[in-house]
């Protein structure tokens, strides 16, 4: 047998670190002190298995995600088309000390946010008391007059509630946004671990990572608690729009979490102020319903009158103390973008405390001091209006071109209550596998909290990452992806 | 662990019993096309052709879509053609709908495989339709419903749902049987009366390897049999797993267990019409054949009709079948 070439050359399978670099930014990965070797050894194994395997092995689990149907619908003109969310392979990871810094904050913020809405629906106290202005709440479109003078159990509103947390260039953590309606992206939380341990057991071998499994139970177990008074044996459902809706995955993942029926509008009837389901026994009785359906569609009696998602009568049954609705009607109040700025405000008014987890320094634009400035500094600052989801309708002055500034602050000046502006945060980064190799791509946070007699918040939380270069827009409708999000046991 | 029943949603039950109709229909039409390719008789591949569109009433179909009757445009009118409710393509489609609706009650694994099946069959290839290719296709459909099946055997949890499911699966196939059955109909024979026998019986041959009864059958049968053996065997021969008879008897079990089991007391009035339809089977072959048979098909297939009409009304209450499914059931 003749050789085929004098130097043997071996193709070295490249370190996926080689060229890796964080820049100015946070790196959730290398910039590590506090987890007792948990990054370097990740990142010592990501090396070993090298960038090739790396990324052979990520197609497969991507391929995986898509062929379990683990994808959210995303809408074109003539089509709706399965995605999935993007897994990243390198996993983020948050030491337990940092954890224990997030779970405090987000617990004391979901507090907060329910001690405001059953202030604001019913004595109205902080209003009175000038800590927030009266038109900003009242005249909120998301504010319900339906849930005036109404109890509910626990004083809990907020059912579930996802917090997104971002991270700047010092590490530290802030509060950009609270999702007190219906956030979504807690089944990929528990979908990207267990795709992480199915792929790549090699990475998470021995290391002690708190679990995420829990957090179906913990859902039934608070939807059983806030259940009518009296009901023994309550009856739960999960009510989505239906298969047509971009995050029908995580319903089913939900409903089969917590072993309840997923149902639709159709399948629900009221009568006598009772909610019933259509069974093939016959009607029977619902007692709580998380709901997945926006407000405004809820009831076609009470709200929108076409549409055809929800259940006429619900209102009244619930009214009527007959059925609890997870979450409450009328929390978008408290998750508005211009009450966010208030936040550490109502935290100390309600609590005496100090936000744990700061708010990122926001200007109010219906506020003519804050209009002012956003004016003088849009070149400087990210824009955002108060009412949209989904990293829609942003302008991050810094990255904008002229033109794209002038049209910002046209739509700015001709409603500016409708905005507010932040400061640009540099936000943290983790290694994340590209065509190029692993590089820097920003991330944040957001982690659920589940709340009925009392708050428990699943330990991590998703990891949502920009996969566009220099991105800094994590949203899945927009390019994002995700990781797995290792919370350290120790 | 005591555990009790959980309540099955009207709108579950529904799609458990269509998506195993549409996935039942999707394994018999895979043999139905296997057969008549591998018996089409060479110079009168359309008039073979021509009795898979009879017996599936899908001849104004056909003509809908503006397609002339050929070999080739019947074969892309049942692989192909998306457009046509009674295609292989549609019914998998319709199957993954409701599966994907049922999600929460079926298992990781049957959404899954059928997830993954379904994405082959919109991608099957024209070239695929043509020559051997077109068997190895056949099979291939016919292995996707199989996997399924043994998949969810496996499992799918049985508590009233994997009933509703099982409904909708023997409903449909003891359905298709009598399809089956009724393509001597449509197929003409002319010749001497050697010429006539011989090639009707390879056609019998054919009818029974498309309902994998050949062997079975060749078990069961005097070596002098004849087209009445074939009928009867396929009617009702309790021991084959696709006669009508059978599926009758699974479908009175499963409506039974619902009944004790579940206190579903509607089931009463299926069970009585589906004794009906087990008197109808009960009648000696003989008799029908060899004209009569057609006529007492269409009776046994209204009759099947009626039954699944009779569960819609009596359990999924806002009952209202697809147009297609309309078209298929009740174009007898």
Known sequence: ?490 | MSMQHSPLLTRDAEGLFWMARYLERVENLARLIDVTQTFESPGRETESWSALVAINSDGPGLQEHGMEVTAANIKRFYLLDAQNPNSIPACLEAARTNARKLRPLISTEMWMQLNVFHRDVMAIDPSELDGDALSRLCRQIKEGVQAHTGITEGTFFRDQGWHFYELGRQIERADQTTRLLDIKYHLLVSGTEEERRVVELTQWNAVLRAAAGYHAFRRVADAGFGPADVVAFLLADTSFARSVALCVGQMDRHLSHLRTDYGLRDTVGVLERLEDVSAMLNEPVQRLLPFGLHDYLDGLQRSLVDVGELIGTAFFRDWRPLKQTQAQTQGV
């Open chain 1, 1 to 490: 047998m003749v050789r085929a070439a004098l130097h043997n050359q071996v193709p070295m399978t490249a370190d996926p670190f080689d060229s890796y670099d964080s820049g100015a930014y946070y790196c959730e990965l290398t910039a590590r002190a506090n987890d007792g070797g948990a990054a370097a050894l990740v990142r010592q194994r990501l090396s070993a298995i090298g960038l090739d395997a790396l990324r052979a092995r990520a197609q497969l689990a991507e391929r995986d995600l898509f062929n379990l149907g683990i994808t959210f619908t995303v809408y074109s003109e003539a089509a709706a088309i399965d995605r999935i969310l993007p897994f990243d392979c390198v996993p983020r990871i948050i030491p337990a000390a940092d954890w224990a810094v997030l779970e405090r904050g987000v617990t004391q913020r979901v507090q907060a946010l329910n001690l405001f809405l059953a202030d604001i629906y019913n004595g109205r106290r902080i209003t009175r008391d000038g800590i927030i202005p009266a038109a900003l709440v009242y005249g909120n479109a998301n504010y319900r007059p339906e849930m005036e003078g109404f109890p509910v159990r626990f004083g809990t509103y907020v059912h579930i509630c996802g917090i997104d947390v971002v991270r700047d260039h010092n590490g530290m953590f802030s509060v950009l946004e609270d999702n007190a309606r219906t956030p979504s992206g807690v089944s990929y939380v528990v979908e990207n671990r267990h795709l992480m341990l199915r792929a790549f057991p090699d990475l998470v071998a021995g290391m002690k990572l708190r679990p995420v499994d829990d957090y179906g139970r913990r859902l039934r177990s608070a939807m059983d608690e806030i259940a009518p008074e009296g009901v023994g044996d309550p009856q739960v459902v999960l009510l989505s729009p239906g298969i047509y809706n971009s995050a029908y995955f995580e319903h089913v993942f939900l409903a089969r979490e917590m072993g309840v029926p997923l149902v639709e509008g159709l399948d629900l009837t009221v009568e006598d102020d009772k909610v019933w389901m259509r069974t093939t026994g016959g009607l029977r009785r619902v007692h709580t319903i998380y709901r997945r359906i926006a407000d405004d569609f809820l009831d076609p009696s009470v709200f929108r009158p076409d549409s055809l998602l929800g259940v006429r009568g619900l209102i009244g049954a619930w009214r009527r103390g007959n059925v609890t609705l997870a979450n409450a009607v009328g929390t978008g109040v408290a998750d508005d973008k211009a009450v966010y700025a208030y936040m550490p405000r109502i935290i100390k008014y309600y609590l005496d405390q100090d936000a744990i987890l700061p708010n990122v320094e926001t200007h109010i634009c219906g506020e003519p001091e804050g209009l002012a400035f956003t004016l003088a500094n849009m070149d400087k600052l990210v824009v955002k209006p108060v009412g949209e989801s989904g990293g829609y309708g942003i302008t991050v002055g810094p990255r904008a071109s002229v033109a794209e500034l002038a049209a910002a602050r046209a739509l700015l000046v001709a409603d500016p209550a409708n905005w507010i502006s932040q400061p640009m945060i540099n936000l943290s980064v983790a290694p994340t596998l590209t065509d190029a190799g692993l590089r820097a791509r920003h991330l944040d946070l957001r982690p659920f909290a589940i709340t009925g007699r009392d708050t428990w918040v699943l330990p991590g939380g998703l990891s949502r990452v920009a996969l566009k270069e220099g991105s800094l827009i994590v949203n899945s409708s927009q390019g994002g992806g995700s990781k797995d999000t290792w919370v350290l046991a120790e």
